[in-house]
């Protein structure tokens, strides 16, 4: 069976408080009753010691007045007084009655008080009677010669204390519901909170993503809260983001796909025979293709790259010789375009990279550079070592982007000039998967652009 918190809460405080409560009841109790039958016993202890002292004469036989002394004492002390012999035997009772004469009492109390002891105890006679006995002995010459034994009713001792326990209780529980009530209030404005928030995660599990929750306090709770907006904010995003990358890799891969279609198609059912149109047609064909499998490849590399499995292989490598490879490999595409592509790099640094994945990085970039840059323009790559940074500059001399444009490069299937797209031969997606490759080596990418001057592309890369 699940018990709800709020129960839980509210059932803890309930008995925390009476347990607390009763054994404060209990303790107070016992001391009470401690309290008030010492002081009875002090006083009674007075009345009997008075009693024990002219006692002797009498239980000796030397002073026959004393059953009247001792039942008028009695009468005013509201006691009873008995005297015992050495043996045990009543000897004398302020009651006057005569069936306890001769009778030999066995209670602790005259036993103790007969070896030479004062002693003292408390005994219920009935279920409503309790009484309290006081012993001491009779000595004449340092000899117990008999005891006197003083009884007197304590029953209002009892009804006091009883009474008193009873409103203790009664009090303890009321107070323990008390507690318990304001503990389930408590724990009702405790769970609230946490109840919105299952809800809201619950829908959030069957897909409705968006989902905020009220933010009540500034605790913890408030802060789980805040924390679940976040997320949920983010998640919703997430989900755009992805949704608009398959409506735009969708659009991507469609219009090659259509362009040969349509290209196939008329030469299928058209009536051309020349050669020459034929081969003009496979021609486009195939750079279509060739376009498609940029696509795919650019795709799959981002994929890859946004693996949360991908481990880097991070090694020291020299960074002089990675930057010189990615010139020499791209020379001939600039060199098609006139433009001059040259590196800057001092031999000696060696940084903890993963070769690859720099390598990507840096091919992108220069691609773009030289895509971007009308004939005649430089593209140049530099770098140097900054303290505890790398820092890796990709510069050209190109067209430039549009500050407005500039937050939006690295976002997947950008492109500055839309029309231009298809002649530059981009995916749109070389900007996204440097970020990604420079996010995977735990660096930072930023850019500087001037339209008509050029732009600069730089990486910060750590240790
Ligand atoms: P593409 O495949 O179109 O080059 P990218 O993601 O690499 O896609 O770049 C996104 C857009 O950013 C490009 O379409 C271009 O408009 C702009 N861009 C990128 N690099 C440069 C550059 N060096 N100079 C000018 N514009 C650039």
Known sequence: MRISIRWKLAGTYFIMIVLTLLLADWLAYTALKDHYLQEREDAYRVHTNVVGTYAGEYILGEYMAMPTLIRDYGNQV??????LNRQGYVVGDSFNEQWIIGMQLKHPEVQAALRGETASGTQYVSDEEWVMYISVPVTRQKEVVGAVLLSTDITDIGEALDSLLRRMVLFSLLGGMLAG??????SVEVTRPVQELTEAV???AMGNLDQRVPVHSRDELGQLAKAFNTMAIKLARFDRTRQEFIANASHELKSPLSSIKALAESLT??????????KEYLNDINSEVDRLNRLVHDLLKLAQLED???VLQKELQSISDIIQRIVNLMKPQAKLKEISLRAYTPEDIFWPVDRDTLSGVLLNLVDNGIKYTPPGGRVEVECQSQGEELVIRVADTGEG?????????FERFY??????ARQTGGTGLGLSIVEEGVKLLGGTISVESEPARGTVFTINLPK
């Open 269 to 278: 059912y058209g009536d051309e025979r020349d050669v020459v149109v034929y």
């Open 202 to 204: 619950e829908r959030v």
């Open 78 to 83: 509201d006691a009873r007084v008995v005297l």
């Open 415 to 420: 492109r500055v000039d839309k029309a231009r």
């Open 181 to 186: 009530l304001i503990g389930l209030w408590l």
């Open 401 to 409: 982007i549009p500050p407005e444009e500039l937050p939006l490069i």
């Open 308 to 310: 949360e499995n991908t």
